[in-house]
Nanobody, 122 residues
Framework: QLQASGGGLVQAGGSLRLSCAASGRTFTSYVMGWFRQAPGKEREFVAA????????RYADSVKGRFTISRDNAKNMVYLQMNSLKPEDTAVYYC?????????????????WGQGTQVTVSS
């Protein structure tokens, strides 16, 4: 029901735009979030946005570099990633939560998509 795409290999300092497409149900009233998991590490929060964009949260590690947005008409969520660093290398997942305000913990999310690999070379 959630499909992430847009990952790839990029050099440090480059940019990527991830997309998350929802199908089978509408997520326009859900909080949408992005998480990532690097090899050997736990899944961590990246960014989240409320249904109308009025509540947005970012992990400290990506503030000022990443931007989350959504297009409810298209049932899509995006993550614009700029100034990428090797430590951003991970599998990125989109998720949906039945919440009003943006939430940052994975257990609050009800639906998860399969991930997309982002690799940043130094």
């Amino acid at each position: 029901q959630l499909q992430a795409s847009g990952g790839g290999l990029v050099q440090a300092g480059g940019s990527l735009r991830l997309s998350c497409a929802a199908s089978g149900r509408t997520f326009t009233s859900y909080v949408m979030g992005w998480f990532r998991q690097a090899p050997g590490k736990e899944r961590e929060f990246v960014a989240a946005i409320s249904w109308n964009g009025g509540s947005i949260r970012y992990a400290d590690s990506v503030k000022g570099r990443f931007t989350i947005s959504r297009d409810n008409a298209k049932n899509m969520v995006y993550l614009q990633m700029n100034s990428l660093k090797p430590e951003d290398t991970a599998v990125y997942y989109c998720a949906a939560a039945r919440r009003i305000v943006a939430v940052t913990t994975s257990y609050e999310y009800d639906y998860w998509g399969q991930g997309t690999q982002v690799t940043v070379s130094s």
